[in-house]
């Protein structure tokens, strides 16, 4: 069935539970297509603008549930080189009265060559009340792989609540293969202060193949001391092929430090536990108190 208007041009066509229809104006044309549940009600709708040329500037796709309420909602934005660059997704979720009871709504950006650079994520009560928001942003080298991530989440008030940041670095040999993979991961709290982190190297074969992963990880107070670490090893099977742990605690009961002390009882005499810019780092339990008697808790060692 073909009808003229002014300016533009519709055409509707009907295929079994489906139906097209296309608006043609001077600028160029929306496509609809629409899917029909057995009942006769809508299941899904995309609707679909292009250029004179065709290219398609962009998308919106509709999924129905009963009584027509929007279950989720899908719009993309094309460029000029009809490269997708936004992609918003809206979820939404009822109950069996077709209430609603959530609401997601998810903003990503994308680079030229279609790989996640930027999301924000934020997700509603049943009154449209944010309950809590994640924002992403991520960096990616000439070949692809992700160099950095910053992840900071934020709660209704739209407050930080904590932020995670990672940071990938990579080794080549001659022949442009990869030899090696640093990745080092932090966390850190609402104040930006460093609660924890995580250094991982990868090392592979000189064909690529991986064969082993070392890590290292830390914990900190809420002033930046180190109270906790530990440093294992896998084999390419993901089977630990050596542990080294260690844990600080300070307990403190008066102003004056009485004695530190270790396993093998004196203080210089301690092993040590290299770590990320605090080499040689004795790792002993230090005791505040009225008394004389100190406790310690020794490094301990597993293979």
């Known amino acids: 069935m073909n009808n003229s208007y002014s300016g533009f041009r519709q055409v509707e066509s009907t295929i079994s539970n489906s139906s097209e229809v296309v608006i043609e104006t001077e600028n160029g044309k929306i496509r609809t297509v ?3 549940q057995k009942s006769g009600e809508v299941a899904s709708e995309v609707k679909t603008t292009m250029d004179l040329s065709g290219k398609i500037l962009s998308e919106n796709e509709y999924t129905y549930g009963n009584n027509g309420v929007v279950k989720s909602e899908i719009n993309k934005v094309y460029n000029n080189n009809g490269k997708l660059t936004q992609k918003d997704i809206i979820t939404n979720q009822y109950d069996i ?13 994308v680079d030229s060559k279609g790989r996640l650079i930027a999301s924000t994520e934020k997700n509603f009560d049943g009154h449209q009340n944010l309950v809590d928001m994640v924002k992403i942003k991520q960096e990616f080298n000439f070949f692809g792989y992700r160099t950095q991530q910053e992840k900071e989440t ?7 609540v904590s932020t995670f940041k990672e940071v990938q670095s990579f080794k080549w040999n001659l022949f442009k293969e ?4 640093v990745r080092v991961s932090q966390q850190f709290d609402p104040s930006e202060n460093l609660i924890s982190k995580m250094t991982e190297n990868y090392n592979f074969d000189s064909d690529g193949v991986f064969n082993s992963r070392a890590e290292l990880s830390q914990k900190f107070n809420s ?6 670490c ?7 099977t993901g089977k630990m092929t050596s ?4 844990h600080a605690r300070f307990e403190v009961k008066s102003d004056q430090l009485v004695s530190a002390m270790n396993g093998f009882g004196t203080l210089n005499r301690a092993p040590v536990v290299a770590t990320i810019g605090q080499p040689n780092r004795a790792a002993v339990g230090i005791t505040m108190s009225d008394s004389h008697s100190p406790s310690y808790e020794p490094i301990s060692y597993s293979v």
């Open 154 to 160: 934020y709660d209704a008030n739209e407050k930080l």
């Open 230 to 236: 530990s440093n294992r090893a896998y084999d390419a």
């Open 178 to 181: 990869r030899t090696g993979v």
């Open 243 to 246: 542990n080294v742990s260690s």
């Open 34 to 36: 629409t899917i029909y």
């Open 223 to 228: 002033v930046g001391e180190e109270t906790s």
């Open 97 to 109: 009265s077709d209430k609603l009871v959530s609401k997601s709504v998810l903003n990503q950006s």
